[in-house]
């Protein structure tokens, strides 16, 4: 799962990255309300944690933009402001939590868990499901029932995409930006070559269909 931490402090910014990192999340990192937003606004993360008081774009302005434009991934405010009316604020604005800082590890990761949980069908164990295909992200293993899938570390990264962002339309950009990253030597063709691999590792066990083309588009998991 991929996360997003936009906070202007570098310091705080890579300790939180550090922490995410070694709970095997793959994080991005911006440093201004701007580059937040535009990172954002890609939709290839699965989590943003956004700082309040940012440069260039409030961390509250980014919240109301995402929101308007039907961006539903969750977000986890920080902030040094404890007041009530600066937490509704958040709230209202269309944050789903709010952590004040300074904060302990510990719970920095529950509250992570838990927003990651509500996006739908990721279980206690950071399990998601499509169908019968299963993804343990912590193991970085993936499964249809009890048989373990022999997949490349890309090839497990797009089919976890796909399962998190099942029976939506994925275009090539959003995935090439997610599983390659926006400074890949690589080009956005590379993403239907992958769509390959992947088929023909799901296709001795019939589920090779679910990965739909949808022309003009991108690409759709759902079983028809």
Not at 22 to 50: C, K, M, R, S
Not at 203 to 208: I, L, N, Q, T, V
Request: glycine share 8%; with cysteine; net charge negative.
């Amino acid at each position: 799962m991929k996360i997003l931490v936009v906070e202007d402090e570098k310091p705080l910014r890579e300790a939180v990255t550090d922490v995410l990192r070694e709970e095997n999340y793959l994080v991005d990192g911006a440093g201004t309300g701007d580059e937040g937003l535009y990172l954002a606004e890609q939709e290839i993360h699965d989590l943003f944690i956004l700082d309040i008081m940012l440069p260039e774009i409030t961390g509250l302005e980014i919240v109301k933009r995402l929101r308007n434009k039907g961006i539903t991934t969750p977000i986890l405010l920080l902030t040094a402001r404890d007041s009530v009316e600066d937490k509704v604020t958040g709230l209202n604005n269309g944050a789903d939590d709010y952590l004040v800082k300074p904060f302990a590890v510990p719970e920095l990761l529950a509250r992570v868990k838990a927003l990651l949980r509500r996006r739908g069908n990721v279980g206690q164990e950071g399990e998601i499901s499509y169908c019968d295909i299963l993804i343990n992200d912590k193991l970085k293993q993936a499964s249809l029932g009890d048989r373990l899938l022999d997949l490349t570390l890309k090839e497990f990264e797009l089919l976890e995409f796909f399962v998190l962002n099942s029976e939506q339309i994925l275009t090539r950009e959003q995935i090439f930006d997610r599983i390659w990253g926006f400074e890949s030597e690589t080009t956005a063709g590379i993403v239907d070559l992958y769509v390959h691999y992947l088929r023909k590792k799901l296709a001795p066990y019939g589920r090779d269909a679910l990965i739909n083309t949808v022309r003009g588009a991108g690409f759709m998991l759902r079983a028809k």
